[in-house]
């Protein structure tokens, strides 16, 4: 039941189990008091080519023409952010496609790629964007056509440096960590024989299979300071960094005051918490140099991704939300609603319940800015990308909010504004030319899927999670054997992901796995197959299928027994997001196994 004068807070909703639940009473309370009540808020006009005005429209639009809309809307209508000059005073007006790019022949095999794990002999500690560009170059040489890769959002690089790339401090800006040292333009000739050292013990990194990031931080950081101060900004760049905007300066400018006080800002002297205070243009113009560095950084890696995607084409990962104490709440606190934290209700995998301790944003103030942040995140997401893969998309719909600090099973759901969202999607990723993958695995509510196939988004289809053969899976969707959150193929064909879970203390579903174990079972061999066997037959039986792309696990392709993540743990149980492929990519891409793999994936 939805309390439509409270701005869709849910007062009950069905489970996994699809079993009635009524939400926490003071969940639903604590949500009704941030939303406020009514439902008179004045959002943008959305129209499509084909829609019948009952008026005319005086428009001015994004590029600065007039233009007289009546009778309907066009097809040759531009499509974007324009200002109808309406009775009341200007208001914002987005003529939308309505549904989202998607190549009508589109059918691909590809890899779902952890680049922080991915790491070769020459990274400094974790896998690059040059080992991404490596992988890709491999991987098309044998009939693959895109890499799903893991969130490479910024994380605050101070120490403790967040592992989970699905908690970055930004969604707007990517990760320095991910950057190749070594082929920054000026590199060897400005550092010399500093470039020598750092590399060894970049290198020398690599002896631990845990990715210590405060370690790759402070030696990738340190060399790309001195090569930064040493050098005089280009013209490329200082008109890349003009063109980001006021964006990027807060941006950099968190970076540069999370180096002196931490990378949660709530922890900050309260003078520094507010971005566009005295004390934060203080920085930005007693540290200017530092606030260039990190908008310098940005720009590197703006080509070295650009270098990547040349490889293979990249089905980029946009994550649910971001840090509490990071750099997109500091920039823009009043977006979120900041007492809340997102998660979701338990499911048959998850019996707890999961919090994943981000911000939702809040729907009335997203609407009330005509949905601009939004562009925004998915502009960056669709940069040099061929797709964008929205983790959990039935947070367009709605978000299970839990308060913060609360029990993840004391949560409610709160509704968004889903058509007028859907429609923003639709036009971002129509001037993207990149189609739009919507994350629907767990607990999705009626009328979701069919929304998503009407916009022509392709949904998410798991081996693990489907009964029958493959033959028979979705054809617009992205099907894939397991998730980062699951076991990989090794480690539960062989039990050891299951012992692993079973020792640090986690509740395992045997009954949920042994159907798991099942469904692999009838596609991929018996009992008595092999593991590699297993991997090989299960992902030949996926490129077999109808869906429109099939990806591949690389951690499959070295018979790895730890999957990426076991959600509701800590790093103090278990290194998440910290574990690099073993052996390292230069000589898992050499394995019979790989090679097979990358065969069975072939689509031609």
């Known amino acids: 039941m939805t309390d439509a004068p409270h701005w869709g807070v849910q007062t009950e909703y069905h489970d996994a189990t699809h079993q009635l639940v009524a939400a926490a009473a003071e969940a639903v309370e604590a949500a009704r008091s941030t939303l406020g009540a009514g ?11 084909g829609d019948p005005l009952d008026r005319p429209l005086e428009v001015v639009t994004e590029d600065g023409r007039s233009l007289l809309l009546e009778g309907v809307v066009g097809a040759d209508a531009p ?41 070769s002999r020459s990274s400094w500690g974790i896998g690059d964007l040059a080992d991404l560009r490596a ?10 056509g895109f890499t799903l890769i893991n969130p490479i959002n910024a994380a605050a690089a101070v120490p403790p440096v967040e592992p989970s790339p699905y908690l970055p401090t930004s969604r707007r800006w990517r990760n320095p960590l991910y950057l190749r040292v070594e082929e920054v333009p000026g590199a060897a000739a400005t550092l010399g024989s500093d470039l020598e050292k750092a590399t060894a013990a970049g290198r020398a990194l690599n002896v631990d299979r845990r990715i210590d990031r405060d370690a790759v931080a402070a030696l990738k950081l340190g060399a790309l300071r001195r090569l930064h101060d040493a050098a005089p900004p280009t013209a490329g760049f ?16 968190f970076c540069v005051i999370a180096e002196d006080h931490g990378a949660d800002f709530r922890a900050w002297p309260a003078e520094l918490q507010a971005c566009d205070g005295a004390a934060a243009r203080e920085v930005r113009v007693g540290a200017a140099s530092r606030v260039a560095f990190h908008a310098w950084l940005q720009w590197l890696i703006e080509r070295q991704l650009a270098e990547a995607a ?104 709160v509704r968004y504004p889903s058509a007028e969202i859907l429609d923003i999607l639709a036009l971002e990723s129509a001037r993207a030319g990149a189609v739009v993958v919507g994350e629907d695995l767990g607990t999705v509510e009626p009328g979701v899927r069919e929304e998503m196939a009407a916009r022509d988004m392709l949904g998410s289809a798991l081996l693990y999670f489907t009964d029958g053969d493959p033959s028979a899976f979705p054809r617009r969707a992205l099907s894939t054997v397991t998730t980062h959150d699951l076991p990989t193929l090794a480690g539960l064909w062989s039990g050891a992901d299951s012992a692993e879970v079973t020792s640090i203390g986690v509740p395992v579903n045997d009954a949920a796995l042994a159907e798991v174990r099942g469904r692999v079972a009838r596609v991929a061999g018996g009992e008595g197959a092999g593991v590699e066997t297993v991997i090989v037959n299960a992902y030949r039986a996926l490129a077999a299928s109808p869906s429109m792309l099939v990806a591949a696990a690389l951690e ?19 290194p998440n997001w910290s574990q690099a492929l073993v052996p390292p990519l230069d000589d898992l891409l050499a394995t019979p196994l790989a090679e097979s793999l990358a065969q069975a994936l072939r689509r031609d």
């Open 238 to 253: 200082s008109s890349w960094r003009a063109a980001a905007g006021v964006d990027l300066e807060r941006y950099a400018t």
């Open 135 to 144: 992988f890709g170059d491999w991987a098309a040489r044998r009939g693959a």
């Open 310 to 413: 040349a490889a293979l084409p990249l089905l980029t990962d946009l994550p649910i939300g971001v840090d509490p104490g990071g750099a997109d709440v500091w920039a823009d606190p009043h977006l979120f609603a900041r007492d809340f934290s997102v998660g979701a209700p338990p499911d048959e995998f998850n019996t707890l319940g999961q919090d994943w301790a981000q911000p939702p944003w809040n729907p009335r103030e997203l609407r009330a800015r005509g949905y601009a942040p939004l562009a925004a995140v998915l502009r960056a997401g669709f940069r040099h990308a061929m797709g964008l893969r929205i983790d959990h998309v039935m947070g367009l719909f709605r978000l299970f909010w839990i308060p913060r600090g609360a029990d993840p099973r004391r949560g409610v759901y």
């Open 39 to 49: 439902d008179d808020l004045v959002g943008p006009l959305i129209l499509h080519p």
């Open 79 to 119: 499509l974007g952010y324009h200002t109808w000059n309406a009775p009341d005073g200007p208001r914002r007006l987005v003529v939308s496609p309505g549904r989202c790019h998607l190549p009508p022949d589109l059918r691909l095999g590809g890899w779902v790629v952890q680049v922080h794990s991915a790491r």
């Open 556 to 574: 499959d392709a070295g018979a790895i027994a730890e999957r990426p993540n076991v959600p509701g743990t800590t790093c103090e149980l278990r």
